[in-house]
C-alpha cells in the first residue's frame, strides 16, 4: 500500500509499533468505505461548486419553503461513507486542542483536493506517502514542544497529568488512557493501551528514560488511524443495511462538523452517557455548539468555500488597470464577507438576507474604496448600506473581484458562478473548439456587452451564454475589483437584461433589480441545503437524496431560525445520523 518510514526518537527505531499506518488505514477501508477515489465534483482553481444535481424541483425563495418538488416521498436515503481522513484545517485544529501547540501543521500537508466544491469530502481525501512523513515530523514537534513545557503549564498538565519518574508504570497507563481516549474521540480498549504502554516499557527496558518511552508512547497514538482518520465502523461490511452512528462516531461527525475540530468535553460526556442518541440530547448538543465560539468554523470553512472567500487573496488584477487593489484590500474584502455571513448566522437570519443584507462590516480603507462615509475608530465596523448601490453579498467585493478578468469585468464568470453555487444549475460545458476570444487584444474596440451578443447570436454558443450572460451583465455597474461606476471606457454603462423566470421574461436594470430575482428563484433554498448536507456530511448529494433535502428544508422552516436553522436541521437529519457499508 504505502511505503513506512521508521519511527524515530532518541536514536530507537519501531516499525512494528506504529508503522502500520498504511496497512490499518486500508484494513479499515474495508469495513467503511473505499479509501480514496477520483475526486468527483471541482478541482481546485475552478471556483464552481460541481454539478448540483439536486435542482429542478424543491422549494421556493427563502430558506425553509419546503416545496412541494416532483419526488413521491419515501425514508431519505442513506448513502455509503467514505473513511475520512482529517483534512489540514481539522489536523491542526484537533493537535491544537489535544496538545496545547499553536502552530499550524496542517498547512504542511500538501493542498486538499476537491470536491464537490469542499475540502472535507471523504473520497478526495487521498492518503499519500509525503503526509505519514509529515504526520511524523508534526507528532514529533508537538510532543517536544509539549514536555519541554514548565509542570504548572495548564497543557501539559491536562496530558502529562502525573510525574512519570516517580509514578512509574502506572502513570505511564493512566496517561496514555486519557490522551488515546480524547485522541481517538472515542473509548479505547485493553488490547490497544497494551500495545501503547508495551511501546513505552520497550523503550525504558533498553535502558531509555521513562519520559522518552511515555512520549513515544504518545507518538503511537498521534500516528494511528484512529487520530488521523475519522473512523466509522459497520457491524457488518458486506450488509447494505442502514444503521445508525454509535455515540462517539456521531459525537465526532457533529464537532467536525460544525466546529473542524475534535469533540469537547461536554459532547463526549452526552456521547459516554447516551444522551446524544436521544433527540432531545441531540438537538441540545446541536444548539450549544453553534452558539459556541468554535462554531466560526462555519464562517471560515463553510462559507469561505461555498462563497469562495478563501479565495479573494489569492487574485492578482492587472496593477495598471486597477493600482487600488492590493494584499490589504483583499484580506478587507474576505473579513467583510466572513463578518457579514457569522452575523447572519449569530442573527439566526433567513438565507434570502445574504443577497439581500442592508449592511455589511467596514474599516477605512474597504469605505474609502466603497466610497462611504469611513467608520469612527480603528478596525470593522457594521454600517448601513443605504444609498451605497450595494445590498448582500453579490455587491462584496470579494465576489465581484472573483468574477473577473485580470484587466476587465467578466459577466460570464459572474453568470455562472451564480448559477453554479447559489442555484446548482451549473450551464453545459463549453463546446468542443469554443473560442475564448473576449481578452482585451481581441476585443476590436467593443464593450464585452456588444461582444458577448455576438456569442448569443451564434449556434452553439447561445445555449449556455443566453442563461449566464443576463446575470453577468446586472452587475457591470462595478468594475474587476468591485469599485462601483456608472461609466466605463465605451460611454454609460448598460446594467439591463431580461432574464427567463418560473413565471416567464422579467426585464431587469441593474443588480438591484437583478437580486430579488435570485432570491425569489425556487433553485435557491434547496441549492444552500445541498451544499450545506454536503459539507456537513462529507459526500456528494445526488437526485436519490431528494427526500433528504426535503426533509432538511421542512425542519428549518418549523425551527423558524433562518440560516442557523439549516445548519441545525442538517446535524438532525437521517443523512446525518446514519450511515450504511458498501455491502460488496
Same mark, same amino acid.
Given at each position: ?84 481522513? &482529517? ?157 445508525? +452512528? ?20 461536554? +459532547? ?153 453555487? &447559489? ?142 436553522? +439549516? ?18
Amino acid at each position: 500500500f504505502i511505503s513506512m518510514p521508521k519511527l524515530k526518537l532518541g536514536g530507537w527505531s519501531s516499525v512494528g509499533a506504529v508503522g502500520a499506518l498504511g496497512g490499518l488505514a486500508l484494513a479499515l477501508a474495508g469495513c467503511t468505505g473505499v479509501m480514496s477515489g477520483d475526486p468527483k465534483g471541482d478541482m481546485p482553481g475552478s471556483g464552481a461548486g460541481g454539478p448540483g444535481p439536486m435542482t429542478g424541483g424543491g422549494s421556493g425563495g427563502a430558506v425553509g419553503a419546503a416545496g412541494s418538488g416532483n419526488v413521491g416521498y419515501s425514508k431519505p436515503k442513506v448513502d455509503v461513507m467514505t473513511i475520512r481522513r &482529517l483534512n489540514r484545517t481539522q489536523y491542526t485544529n484537533t493537535l491544537q486542542k489535544l496538545t496545547g501547540t499553536t502552530q499550524d501543521h496542517g498547512s504542511k500537508l500538501p493542498p486538499e483536493n476537491l470536491s464537490f466544491g469542499f475540502d472535507n469530502i471523504g473520497e478526495a481525501l487521498a492518503l499519500q506517502p509525503l503526509h505519514i512523513e509529515i504526520f511524523e515530523q508534526s507528532a514529533d514537534a508537538v510532543l517536544t514542544e509539549l514536555f519541554a513545557r514548565p509542570a504548572t503549564d495548564a497543557a501539559r498538565s491536562k496530558v502529562l497529568g502525573c510525574d512519570v519518574q516517580s509514578g512509574g508504570h502506572a502513570c505511564v497507563v493512566s496517561t496514555v488512557l486519557a490522551f488515546a481516549e480524547r485522541a481517538y474521540r472515542r473509548p479505547v480498549t485493553e488490547a490497544e493501551i497494551t500495545s501503547f504502554v508495551s511501546i513505552a516499557d520497550s523503550f525504558t527496558s533498553t535502558g531509555g528514560t521513562a519520559a522518552e518511552g511515555l512520549k513515544l508512547a504518545l507518538k503511537a497514538v498521534l500516528m494511528s488511524p484512529h487520530f488521523i482518520f475519522r473512523v466509522e465502523l459497520d457491524p457488518s461490511p458486506t450488509a447494505k443495511d442502514v444503521h445508525p +452512528l454509535n455515540a462517539f462516531e456521531l459525537a465526532s461527525r457533529l464537532s467536525y462538523y460544525l466546529w473542524s475540530n475534535m469533540p469537547d468535553d461536554a +459532547l463526549l460526556a452526552s456521547a459516554k452517557s447516551g444522551a446524544l442518541l436521544t433527540a432531545a440530547g441531540l438537538e441540545s448538543e446541536v444548539s450549544r455548539m453553534l452558539s459556541d465560539a468554535q462554531a466560526k468554523a462555519l464562517v471560515s470553512d463553510f462559507a469561505g468555500q461555498w462563497l469562495n472567500i478563501r479565495r479573494v487573496e489569492t487574485i492578482k488584477p492587472d496593477a495598471a488597470t486597477y493600482p487600488a487593489f492590493n494584499a490589504q484590500l483583499a484580506a478587507d474584502m474576505a473579513t467583510e464577507s466572513f463578518m457579514t455571513f457569522a452575523e447572519l448566522l449569530a442573527q439566526a437570519r433567513p438565507l434570502t438576507e445574504l443577497l439581500t443584507s442592508d449592511f455589511s462590516f467596514v474599516n477605512k480603507n474597504l469605505a474609502k474604496f466603497y466610497g462611504m462615509a469611513e467608520p469612527a475608530g480603528e478596525g470593522f465596523s457594521k454600517v448601513s448600506l443605504a444609498g451605497s448601490h450595494r445590498t448582500g453579498y453579490l455587491t462584496q467585493g470579494t465576489f465581484l473581484s472573483l468574477t473577473s478578468n485580470p484587466t476587465r469585468t467578466s459577466p460570464v464568470k459572474r453568470g455562472k458562478w451564480v448559477l453554479e453555487q &447559489l442555484l446548482c444549475s451549473p450551464p453545459p460545458p463549453p463546446p468542443v473548439g469554443a473560442k475564448f476570444d473576449l481578452d482585451e487584444a481581441n476585443m476590436g474596440g467593443q464593450s464585452v456587452r456588444a461582444r458577448l451578443e455576438e456569442h448569443r447570436a451564434k449556434e452553439p454558443c447561445n445555449t449556455c451564454h443566453k442563461l449566464m450572460d443576463p446575470i453577468g451583465l446586472s452587475f457591470e455597474n462595478f468594475d474587476g475589483i468591485g469599485a462601483y461606476r456608472t461609466m466605463d471606457q465605451f460611454g454609460p454603462i448598460d446594467a439591463t437584461g431580461v432574464l427567463n423566470t418560473a413565471a416567464g421574461p422579467v426585464s431587469f436594470s441593474g443588480a438591484d433589480q437583478l437580486i430579488p430575482l435570485v432570491t425569489s428563484d425556487e433553485r435557491l433554498a434547496p441549492c444552500a441545503a445541498e451544499k450545506v448536507l454536503t459539507y456537513a456530511v462529507g459526500r456528494g448529494f445526488t437526485i436519490d437524496d431528494a427526500n433528504a433535502l426535503k426533509d432538511v428544508l421542512a425542519a428549518t422552516t418549523a425551527s423558524g431560525k433562518g440560516l442557523r436553522g +439549516l445548519f441545525a436541521s442538517a446535524a438532525l437529519s437521517e443523512s446525518f445520523k446514519n450511515r450504511r457499508a458498501v455491502g460488496e
